[in-house]
């Protein structure tokens, strides 16, 4: 429960707590369907090397906590974002601040 007895998804929220979850994120909004590898070099592009097997864990936690699907593509696994986990998040923040209506 967050504030006003409104239920959210505590597992969203600690997903995307850390930032190398947020960036993996943010690469697949990018592109979807990339690969461990894909990823892993992305996050060593963008100055987050890691091992894979520490790449594998964060791409797990997204998962778990729906924000990504994984599909199974001959002896690889593309990853897929799924957004839609962050409609509770995306409400809750607009009750916090909601939309500034432009003056005429």
Same mark, same amino acid.
């Given at each position: 429960?967050? +504030?006003? *007895?409104?239920?959210? /998804?505590?597992e969203?929220?600690? =997903?995307?707590?850390?930032p190398?979850r947020?960036?993996?994120?943010?690469?697949l +909004?990018?592109?979807?369907?990339? $690969?461990?590898f894909e990823?892993?070099?992305?996050? $060593?592009? =963008? *100055?987050?090397?890691?091992?894979?097997? +520490?790449?594998?864990k964060?791409?797990?936690?997204?998962e778990d =906590?729906?924000?990504l $699907? $994984?599909?199974?593509d *001959?002896?690889?696994?593309?990853?897929?974002l799924?957004?839609?986990?962050?409609? *509770?998040v995306?409400?809750?923040? /607009?009750?916090?601040?909601?939309?500034?209506?432009?003056e005429?």
């Amino acid at each position: 429960m967050v +504030a006003y *007895g409104v239920p959210m /998804d505590e597992e969203v929220f600690r =997903a995307i707590a850390d930032p190398v979850r947020r960036l993996l994120l943010e690469q697949l +909004a990018l592109r979807n369907d990339q $690969t461990l590898f894909e990823l892993c070099v992305r996050l $060593t592009t =963008a *100055g987050r090397g890691m091992s894979r097997q +520490a790449v594998s864990k964060h791409l797990a936690v997204l998962e778990d =906590a729906g924000l990504l $699907t $994984t599909r199974a593509d *001959g002896r690889t696994t593309l990853h897929h974002l799924d957004p839609s986990a962050l409609g *509770g998040v995306r409400d809750w923040i /607009d009750r916090l601040a909601p939309p500034i209506k432009e003056e005429r």
